[in-house]
């Protein structure tokens, strides 16, 4: 593949308007150029709906060289630009039934609304199609400046006047993953979707969100870590933070548990190495090492407030909970006022009271 690409000057070549030339000159490709380069050699779904003349989707088969395509419009004669690599489907982008079809079964990992241009189907389809993706996925709406419906219907729930070209939904959704939902909106915006999102980048006329992908290359960082390793000293805390690194992306446990030992082995036993110990345990599902570790962690100078939270949550899974509520109340006995702990505490004497 190339090793530099010019994805602006293709799509003037092409004649589409998504490039700065041609027409009114969007000029979004330099950053799609920027937004897709992961997914460029990848063999990915690339979904575009608003096929037209069938310019962009010929720019997309040469910048995706691996990919599958499937363009949607509602016009009929777009079913000419079909071939080898481009799937065309005829129909509206607030048909479920056929964005069911189109991304049930090979989840997209670049869509492009270029389609009907109303606030309707904007938020509509977005909504839908989102949660389908694959994971790292980006979905890029464009022409905010260009609406051809005078006004979307007010939201059912919140009565909220949607403005012609829907670009404030996209602009709260923004804001609260800028907030981390902390902020008020009185749009109906699903947590639901606004927790898939990793990322909004808004440009003029367009905005692109990337789906959040919890993955991580585990095989990577333990490599990097063993660069690392080789030219500083390995800390406990740097130890037993990429142990639970690797857990928590499900790295192999065998390693987390290297990890673990090697801080013993260097800085002593403590009751956080043990409490990561018997996280692992926990993850290899041995219950019977889970409370070995447990009843070390026990012997040891209490750790920090999150040790001791994530020992009580490890003696709560092993069904103790008398233990458990021990372990919060000697915390709380020296923060009595954090209101963490007191809720925990509420939390725990109230499963571990008989019921009936
Ligand atoms: C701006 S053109 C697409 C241009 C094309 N993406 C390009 O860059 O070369 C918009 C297309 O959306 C189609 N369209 C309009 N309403 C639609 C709808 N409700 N669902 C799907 N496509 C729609 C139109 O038929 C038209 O072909």
Redesign the pocket.
């Known amino acids: 593949m190339d090793s530099y690409v010019d994805l602006d000057v293709v799509g003037v070549l092409e004649n ?3 490039s700065s030339a041609v027409r009114i000159g969007w000029d979004y490709l330099r950053h799609y150029e920027r937004l897709f380069e992961a997914h460029r050699g990848q063999p990915v779904h690339v979904v ?10 010929r720019m997309w088969k040469w910048f995706f060289p691996s990919a599958r395509l499937t363009g ?4 009929p004669a ?1 079913q000419a630009h079909a071939d080898d690599r481009v799937c065309i489907e005829i ?4 048909d479920t039934d056929l964005l069911d079809r189109v991304c049930g079964g090979d989840p997209p990992s670049i869509v ?1 609304d ?5 606030a309707q ?1 904007r938020i509509a389809t977005f909504q839908h199609v989102f949660p389908l993706m694959a994971p790292g996925g980006i979905y890029v709406i464009e ?1 905010f400046a260009v609406h051809t419906a005078s006004h979307a219907p007010a939201d059912a729930a919140s009565g909220v006047q949607e403005p012609p070209s829907g670009a404030d939904y996209f602009v709260d959704i923004g804001r609260i993953c800028f907030a981390n939902g902390k902020v008020k909106t009185s749009r109906d915006i699903p947590a639901a979707l606004t927790q898939l999102v990793d990322e909004t980048v808004f440009f003029a006329n367009a905005v692109a969100l990337r789906k959040r992908d919890p993955r991580r290359d585990v095989e990577r960082a333990l490599a990097t870590a063993d660069s690392h390793f080789g030219k500083h000293r390995a800390t406990a805390q740097g130890l037993e933070n990429l142990a639970k690194y690797v857990v928590q992306h499900h790295g192999p446990l065998d390693r987390a548990l290297a990890l673990v030992q090697s801080a013993v082995d260097t800085h002593g036993a403590s009751m956080s190495r043990s409490v990561m110990r018997a996280e692992i345990a926990l993850a290899s599902n041995d219950l019977e090492d889970v409370r070995q570790a447990v009843a070390h962690a026990l012997d040891q100078r209490p750790g920090g407030l999150g040790i001791v939270l994530r020992l009580a949550k490890l003696q709560e899974t092993l069904g103790d909970l008398d233990g458990a509520i021990r372990t919060v109340e000697s915390a709380a006995a020296k923060s009595p006022q954090l209101g963490l702990l007191k809720r925990r505490l509420r939390e725990l004497r109230t499963k571990a009271r008989p019921t009936g």
């Open positions: 589409t308007d998504k575009e709906i608003g096929v037209f003349g069938g310019a962009s989707l949607i419009d509602i016009d777009c129909g509206s982008q607030d492009i270029d389609g009907s241009h109303t189907h022409d």
